[in-house]
């Protein structure tokens, strides 16, 4: 599937005014799950309690977690998961749309849910790894104005900013030998 497609996947009515987090955030990854769930039987993939079990953890969270993350939340939890399971999953999941894959830093990957109208943008910290997400609608709909006037139909909207947090810059004070 295309980058593209994968957008199109819709979540359905998902009531968001309800107020109950914990509610709203299960609904999401119960329809999240039958969607996947679909995508495997339509792609003749078996449909495992590991793969489920990566699901819900990715769903159960706002974090941004990488391969090691989710190997080590499944440890906790006592699940054996293979390194190449979450491999194959996590590209599998951003394969269908579900999950969104993003390089933050230099080699980095990260992964984190899709939600309805989660669009945002990353600011990363080279001294912390400290990721802060941020949204601006003006800055968007500038970023819109822009593609339209290059004819350019824009699918899908990421800004990285790297630099120092708070944190970071304290870091690189009392390290820095000037
Ligand atoms: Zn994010």
Redesign the pocket.
Known sequence: MTPQASRHIMYGDIENESGLEGVIMSKLAQRAQKLFIQHLRENNLKVTQERLALLDEIFATSD?LDADDLLARMKVKKRKVSRATVYRTLDLLVQCGLVRK?RLGREHYFY?KMEPGGG?H?MVCMATGK?I?FWDADLDERLRHICHDHKFRPSFISIQIQGLSEEGQKVEQETSFF
């Open positions: 941004h993003s984190e945002h990353h990721i997400e």
